[in-house]
């Protein structure tokens, strides 16, 4: 799910491609039928408003309102791209075996073990309000990329798992890092606060985290359903609630609507 500038809301698909919502229902994306049968993994749209699209594919971008792929000879191998996040320096490229590229001006820069990135599948990524960008990683925990230097927290640095599926920093400057097994955990100023099921969270595989306006906490996790979680307690809402399956992203819009997907 991905709110655009001009308000508008994209939901990428697994197998379908790409959809925006119209007059009250999701239709397939003008422009997208590169994308017909892709399995849309992340979105976002830079300072530019070029809407990039990462696929189990490769990367794409809207050129003129029409998909597009971004050709291998940039740099850019077919690899699945899991994660995009935007800055002022260029387009961040999270994929499934080739680490986290750098795109700017057309050249692409390589993040790996060799520049000291502790896996090469990346699940995740955000910036924190510092510039430091965070990636999460799929099974060598939590790195920070700043002014190129690479840092990594880890279990022995208080993670409960090193598997991370989602990163969002809060209004405070505490990151929350959703785990795969490990519940959620919150870094600021090297601490790390624990939540999981243990704490109240209705599971522990976690594929998405939002602080809504409210203040409210909002925990989408695998197989448990979703968390609200506020200071007079917590509220799931689950199968009996209607809901089932994984809830593997969450957006606050800016009419103050949350959208599960």
Do not use: C
């Not at 520049?115 to 960008?133: K, Q």
């Not at 939590?142 to 208080?158: C, K, P």
């Not at 600021?188 to 594929?207: M, Q, S, Y």
């Amino acid at each position: 799910l991905y709110e655009d500038r001009a308000g508008r809301l994209w939901a990428g698909t697994g197998g379908e491609g790409l959809f925006l919502f119209q007059a009250g229902r999701f239709v397939r994306a003008p422009g997208s039928e590169a994308l017909a049968t892709s399995n849309v993994r992340s979105l976002v749209e830079d300072r530019e408003g070029t809407l990039w699209v990462g696929t189990e594919g490769g990367l794409f971008r809207f050129v003129d309102g029409t998909a597009r792929a971004l050709a291998s000879a940039m740099g850019l191998s077919s690899d699945a791209i899991l994660s995009l996040a935007t800055s002022d320096s260029g387009l961040w490229i999270g994929t499934q075996s080739g680490g986290l590229k750098h795109l700017a001006a057309d050249i692409v820069t390589t993040y790996a073990r060799k520049e000291g990135l502790p896996h090469e599948r990346i699940w995740s990524l955000a910036f924190d309000r510092d510039g430091n960008l965070w990636i999460g990683t799929d099974g060598g925990g939590l790195a920070r990329l700043s002014q190129g230097v690479i840092a990594t927290f880890d279990t022995r640095n208080g993670l409960t798992n090193d598997f991370v599926w989602a990163l969002r920093e809060d209004r405070e400057g505490g990151l929350w890092v959703g785990t795969n097994g490990g519940g959620l955990n919150r870094l600021k100023n090297g601490a790390v606060r624990t939540l999981t099921t243990r704490e109240g969270l209705p599971g522990d595989f976690v594929w998405s985290v939002l602080r809504d306006r409210s203040g409210s906490l909002w925990v989408g996790t695998e197989d448990a359903g979703v968390a609200r979680i506020r200071e007079d307690g917590t509220t799931r809402i689950g199968a009996a609630e209607g809901f089932h399956g994984a809830a593997r992203a969450l957006l606050e819009r800016a009419d103050g609507s949350l959208w599960i997907a």
